[in-house]
């Protein structure tokens, strides 16, 4: 049933009803999908894996830092220890976005596609040296960031409508 009003002149004219959103045209049947779930998922328990993989470098190259020799890096003249607390700190900020994947955040959906674009260029730059492993790599990193991208608000909008 539609609404209408009066105009100054005493007129009932209708409302016109709103228009669907983007999201609403795209999506009639207004909830999510599993599969949408299922990649949002996945993509959240990835970016735990790489930044579990992350704090485990960074915390071998802090208890051993003696292996590397004086100066691991000498474009950016960083020590081993150095390194080492870069990669703690970033696998830290990586996992605590792989959990903010769960809830919907926004956040926590931009660091994972950061992490995962800096990942597939440090895979596309070890082409050369591990073809096959690095095109896995740039792979899966492409499949997080299209999970994150199309379907990152999805897990928060089954929790809403209480399917999770």
């Known amino acids: ?7 100054e002149a005493g007129e009932v004219v209708p409302v016109p009803e709103a228009a669907p959103s983007r999201r609403e045209a795209y999506d009639p049947g207004g909830g ?6 299922g990649w949002v998922t996945f993509a ?9 993989f992350e704090i485990l470098a960074g915390v071998s190259a802090l208890i051993s830092s003696d292996l590397f020799g004086d100066n691991v890096d000498t474009i950016f003249e960083q020590t081993a220890e150095s390194w080492g607390w870069w990669h703690l700190v970033i696998g830290g900020v990586i996992v605590l976005a792989g959990l903010g994947v769960f809830t919907g955040n926004i956040l ?3 660091v ?14 070890w082409l050369p040296i591990y073809p ?16 994150l991208t199309v379907h990152g608000r999805d897990i928060q909008k089954a929790e ?4 999770l």
Do not use: C, K, N
Request: net charge neutral.
């Open 1 to 7: 049933m539609s609404e209408s009003r009066r105009t």
């Open 32 to 37: 999510p999908s599993g599969a949408a779930i």
């Open 44 to 52: 959240g328990v990835v970016m735990l894996i790489e930044g579990g």
């Open 108 to 110: 926590a959906r931009i």
């Open 112 to 125: 994972g596609v950061i992490a995962a674009a800096i990942s597939a260029i440090a895979a596309f730059a």
């Open 132 to 147: 096959v492993w690095g095109v896995i790599v740039i792979a899966v990193d492409i499949a997080v960031i299209w999970a």
């Open 160 to 163: 809403r409508m209480g399917e």
